[in-house]
């Protein structure tokens, strides 16, 4: 197998055959018994067979396991579908208003105008929700309205010709505005009309609104730039992000700012294609707000920055991975929400709750659970790690498109280590590659690395590519990344020596044989299910993903002893082979359960 760095190489993507898992195990049959390996608890000692299997039938929805497995119904989020993970106290948003949302909050390039009719369905319900007229659907949000217009409003300020409003469009604004400026609030307004042009000079709140307190005020200021098409500084959108997160809460004694503001805010600097300097606002305005980071005794963390909306379609692999990777020293942080939208797919939460671990981690816990060489990996909530960035998770529902936050999440260090760092993140859209990099070296790390996945997420594939695909973007499997180097004379602005590379990844190079790539269909279950079979070590299409991102992983970012990526291969298949990495994750839901 050759070395991936090789600068001359180019490599391209992947595919494989359907992998069925056994789907039931008989507690009582021969199959009980047939465990590959012996399995321990965090003690050393076996465990008991029961447990061992119990916790694998737990994969496949036999809820009869978790009165064995010592689990109650309010220990474990039971339902195997993602999208049932959706919090109930989270408003439903309009759909007609969403839909809209979806067409016209997005890039210069890739925003449709709505047709007349469309555009008169859309003003006519947005009429009828403020005048309390609306019975058949849900009322349109502050959030909605909020995100709607000033989409509406960029584009007619700052998008080139093609994206602007449609005429279908001018003419329902100029039927509906005469009636929406009588029953729209003051913030709507101005975000629909900051300059005052649509119903002509004196006629409009836009030019004078100001907010209603400080914090409010400051937010407006920053939104007329924003509406405008312009741009922030640092220290600008630092300030305004602090300002007006985490938001209030029905229970808080203050009441916060405009939610249309904040989230024309959101989404009006996404649509106007964030500079660096914005980003890494929104990606460090928080990283004292719980104090300094816990430092980890480690000779090397990985912090993985998996898209945070999860997977819909696809097996995705990292909690596997970082179990495997654990059992050689390369610890591992995950980090996430139980559920998110626009995807509100399969996530890491979602299955650590389904197989009973502790999703309520403090930094401490996470920090001490990365030491303990039985476990050596960890899964940290936005929940608990950071509570002004997870207060915004229903908002960003409403919103419809990804904002600034679905790139800068990924990037986060909650907790730091001793020895070297590195930071691994997924991506989808062309153009994010760069400032995901740029993230990453500002935070220091020794290596950073990212991934063009199956869904945007971390998980290269073994599926060979059609030839029908298109050749627009970076294919699936393309890397991207740079390495510390001690060896290495020329240095960056920052004083750090670093080799960069790209590549795209042919899984066929180094042994693997293209297959398709299993299904998960927001199953948390299948997922589960497909993962623990690979870590029992049955060979199949899992199985391969979890070598596969394990070892170059590995060898890309530079790890000690992945040199060889063949070598790095062999040592992530002994991992999965000899039992050790089953037992760190079986480990790791024992440990975690029992701290409080």
């Not at 009582?28 to 018994?33: D, Q, R, V």
Request: hydrophobic share 35%.
């Amino acid at each position: 197998m050759k070395a991936l760095l090789n600068p001359e190489s180019s490599y391209s993507v992947s595919s494989i055959s359907s992998f069925q898992i056994k789907r039931s195990l008989h507690l009582n049959g021969p199959s009980s018994s047939c465990l590959r390996f012996p399995l321990t608890d965090c003690n050393g000692r076996p465990l008991r067979r029961k447990l061992a299997v119990g916790l694998k039938i737990k994969a496949v929805l036999d809820s009869a396991m978790m009165e064995q497995l010592g689990l109650k119904e309010s220990d474990i989020k039971n339902p195997a579908l993602s999208s049932t993970y959706r919090s109930p106290a989270i408003p439903k948003a309009n759909p007609t208003v969403l839909d809209a949302q979806a067409r016209v909050c997005t890039g210069p390039t890739q925003t449709r105008p709505l047709s007349e009719e469309q555009a008169f369905k859309v003003f006519d319900t947005i009429l009828r929700s403020a005048r309390g007229e609306l019975k058949d659907e849900e009322p349109v949000s502050k959030s909605q309205l909020g995100a709607f217009f000033a989409g509406m409003t960029i584009r007619a300020n700052a998008f080139p010709g093609e994206t602007q409003w449609s005429e279908g469009e001018k003419r329902a604004m100029d039927v509906f505005w005469p009636l929406l400026v009588r029953a729209l609030p003051p913030d709507v307004l101005f975000i629909a009309d900051p300059e005052g042009s649509l119903l002509g000079s004196g006629n409009s709140v836009g030019p004078t609104f100001v907010g209603n307190e400080t914090r409010e005020m400051r937010l407006v200021g920053a939104l007329r730039e924003v509406l405008a098409g312009g741009h922030l500084g640092y220290e600008e959108v630092k300030g305004v992000l602090r300002d007006v997160l985490p938001l209030a809460t029905e229970d808080s004694l203050t009441s916060g700012v405009s939610e249309s503001l904040l989230s024309a805010f959101l989404i009006g600097q996404r649509m106007n294609r964030e500079t660096d300097r914005e980003l890494k606002a929104y990606c460090l305005a928080f990283d004292d707000e719980l104090g300094a980071s816990p430092v980890a005794d480690v000779k090397s963390l990985t912090h993985y920055g998996e898209p945070y909306d999860g997977n819909t379609r696809f097996f995705r692999s990292t909690l596997f991975v970082a179990t495997v990777r654990a059992c050689y020293g390369e610890s591992s942080v995950l980090h996430g929400v139980e559920w998110m939208p626009p995807k509100g797919g399969v996530t890491e939460e979602q299955m650590l709750n389904f197989m009973g671990a502790n999703t309520r981690l403090s930094v401490q816990q996470a920090k001490e659970l990365i030491e303990d060489e039985k476990a050596g990996f960890a899964y940290l909530s936005l929940r608990e790690a950071r509570p002004s960035l997870y207060s915004v998770v229903g908002m960003r529902e409403h919103i419809k498109k990804r904002p600034p936050l679905a790139t800068t999440e990924k990037v986060q260090q909650f907790v730091r280590a001793t020895g070297k760092e590195a930071i691994v993140a997924g991506f989808y859209h062309e153009g994010y590659e760069e400032p995901l990099l740029m993230l990453m070296r500002r935070r220091g790390v020794h290596s950073g690395l990212v991934i063009k996945g199956e869904e945007g997420a971390l998980s290269m594939t073994t599926r060979v590519r059609a030839a029908s695909a298109s050749k627009k973007g970076f294919p699936v499997n393309y890397c991207s990344g740079f390495r510390s180097l001690s060896s290495d004379t020329a240095l960056e602005a920052d004083g750090v020596s670093r080799q960069s590379f790209n590549l795209e990844v042919d899984a066929r190079d180094y042994g693997f044989e293209p297959t398709e790539t299993p299904r998960t269909d927001r199953s948390v279950s299948k997922n589960i299910e497909l993962g623990l079979a690979a870590l029992r070590g049955e060979k199949g299409a899992a199985y391969d993903r979890i070598v596969l991102n394990a070892g170059i992983v590995d060898h890309l970012l530079g790890c000690e002893g992945a040199d060889d990526v063949a070598v790095a291969m062999e040592r992530a298949k002994e991992a999965i082979d000899s039992g050790k990495a089953l037992n760190k994750l079986l480990n790791y839901i024992e440990i975690s359960r029992k701290m409080k």
